[in-house]
Each structure stands twice: as structure tokens, then as C-alpha cells.
């Protein structure tokens, strides 16, 4: 059986507004200054590394209700500005058309990812919709990868994640599978082939002819 893993944001949706504007919302609330440019970077950190490394030292404390009210002002106002990227629905139903099982892998708790999945209608692709809850280790750690494989027993040999960042192929490696890179997304392209993927990509429909030949 072939599988194929896909991160979300910056592989699957074009979300980079609504998080850095989710992210900068409790920043402004506090009258801190921010720089956008490093947010954006960021993207595929856990909320708590972000905001423990912005914070200034007489505000870390602030961390855990800066998360809340990062988590609260997406799913009432940001989420659903999302995009998904051009040609995601029809790469996902050839996919899945040609046997191919797939899976959601994301730094987003569960709750959110699957409500995410469901408004633009692309549920319905995957086996599993897998999220990282706060008190479960992040990538580039392969906890959510040997999670995954607990539900859907993959040939590792014939898996490969998909993702926009170092940390999505790190994830990879350390769970042996194949990785590929999604060039298109938000992720330092030094990073990103300094981590030394398998494949790459510059379009969401480019992962068919890799997983043809996996």
C-alpha cells in the first residue's frame, strides 16, 4: 500500500495570513512591537516556541494565555480565510481515485484541523486527520508519524510526507520514511535542503509522479 503524509499549512492551505495575524493578535493586545517578517518564518513552530522566543523577559509568563488567545481569535475569525493552494481538491481525488492512502499531519491540535478538513471539503481524502496536542512531542520529532502508523500499519518503504519546512523532513527521517518538499510553501529554502529530502516539488500536483514511482 502506497501512503502518502501531507502537512497542512503552507503544503496543503495557503494559510499564512490568518496565523500571523492569529499570532500577532495577543502581541497588539499587549502593545508589544513585532516583526511579520520573522512570524512568517516561523510558521510550523509549536505556538509555545514562537511566542516563548518573542515574548521579552518580563512577559513569558504570558505564554500560555497568549496561545489561548491565538487558538480562540483563529477559529472565530482566521481559519476560515484560508486558501486551499491551486489544484489541492483534484491532486487529493487522483490520489485517492488510484488507491493511494492519505493522511494529514499537522503542529494544529485534532479538534481544529478536522474542522479546518471539513469546511473546504477535503475530508473525505483522508484515512487519518492527526493533529499535535500540547502535551504530545512536535516535529521534527516522529511521534506524530508513529501515531499515524498505530491507525494505518504503512509499508515505511512506500510512505512519503509531504511538507513546506526542515522540521516536516527531519519528522520524515526520523520515522524512516521518504520525504519530499513542498518548495511552494513558507519554509527557509536553506533549511529546507540542508535537511536533504528525497524529492521536492514546486506544485501541490507534482506529488503524483513521485508517488507513481514509490
Not at 1 to 16: A, E, N, P, Q, Y
Not at 158 to 163: F, P
Not at 171 to 187: E, H, L, R, W
Request: negative net charge; proline residues 3%.
Amino acid at each position: 500500500m502506497k501512503f502518502v503524509i501531507f502537512d497542512l499549512d503552507g503544503t496543503l492551505f495557503d494559510s499564512k495570513n490568518g496565523i500571523i495575524n492569529a499570532f500577532v493578535y495577543p502581541l497588539k493586545e499587549m502593545g508589544l512591537e513585532y516583526d511579520e517578517k520573522w512570524v512568517e518564518q516561523m510558521i510550523g513552530h509549536t505556538l509555545k516556541e514562537m511566542y516563548d522566543e518573542i515574548l521579552p523577559e518580563g512577559l513569558k509568563d504570558k505564554t500560555d494565555w497568549c496561545i489561548e488567545e491565538y487558538r480562540k481569535v483563529y477559529l472565530e475569525q482566521f481559519h476560515y480565510k484560508s486558501n486551499l493552494y491551486d489544484g489541492v481538491k483534484s491532486t487529493l481525488r487522483e490520489l485517492k481515485n488510484s488507491g493511494i492512502s492519505m493522511a494529514i499531519a499537522t503542529t494544529k491540535p485534532t479538534g481544529i484541523t478536522e474542522k479546518i478538513a471539513e469546511h473546504f471539503h477535503i475530508a473525505r481524502y483522508f484515512n487519518v486527520i492527526m493533529g499535535t496536542e500540547d502535551n504530545t512531542p512536535h516535529k521534527p520529532n516522529p511521534t506524530i508519524v508513529y501515531n499515524i502508523k498505530k491507525i494505518v500499519n504503512f509499508d515505511n518503504e512506500r510512505t512519503i510526507l509531504v511538507g513546506d519546512t526542515y522540521l516536516d523532513i527531519i519528522a520524515g527521517k526520523n520515522a524512516g520514511i521518504k520525504t519530499c518538499a513542498a518548495m511552494y510553501g513558507y519554509g527557509d529554502r536553506l533549511k529546507i535542503f540542508q535537511s536533504i529530502p528525497d524529492y521536492s516539488i514546486r506544485t501541490i500536483y507534482d506529488i503524483i509522479g513521485i508517488v507513481e514511482v514509490l
